[in-house]
């Protein structure tokens, strides 16, 4: 017969929780903000999180040494003109490097096909997309993630300075689209 020890059964285990968004250290916010942004100057970064340039300083500091583990995918680079997240060394073949830009890239017939989707929409005349376009365009962002008539993504309408503001994630999840200016109101001017 086999005994179980007395202090095995008054053993509680610890349960480790995640902590909250309030809780999220400053190397765990930029490594959101990074996988969220991509590629971007350090003023930039430093200025959209409301933070002093130290403490971005010690928050790549730190979310750099956490990414060296042999575990991480990701690797860190930050100089004096950009921060921006990286795969690990030898993780992607060139083959596989390449094939990715290549999936991810638009094809002549969808960059033609979202260029005159801005052009009809500026205009103010209907859509005119093949339907076999529309998801990848959606996947890429360069289509509203809402509607019953596909327009260009709010984002891309804030890029060419068509509208005031990006698209946020709170509207995302409401399915909300920012306004596109119609044919009889200008469009913001480009600086």
Known sequence: ???????????????TTRPGAGA???ATVLHAALLKTGRIHPDDL??????????????ATALA???????SPHRLIHTGTTI???????LLGPKQRHNLHTAASLSPDEAAAIT???HRTAGGFPTDLPAEQIPRLANQ???APSGEQPTPHPDVLFALGLTAHPLTDAQTAAGALVSVPDAGTPPPRLR
């Open 116 to 118: 005159s989707q801005l």
């Open 65 to 71: 040494a956490h990414l060296e583990q042999p575990s």
């Open 84 to 90: 921006h997240l990286t795969t690990g060394p030898g």
């Open 46 to 59: 430093a200025s959209a999180l409301e933070w002093p340039p130290d403490r971005l300083k010690h928050a």
């Open 24 to 26: 999220a250290t400053h």
């Open 1 to 15: 017969m086999h005994t179980t020890p007395i202090q095995s059964l008054l053993f509680q285990p610890e349960h």
């Open 141 to 143: 962002r360069l289509l």
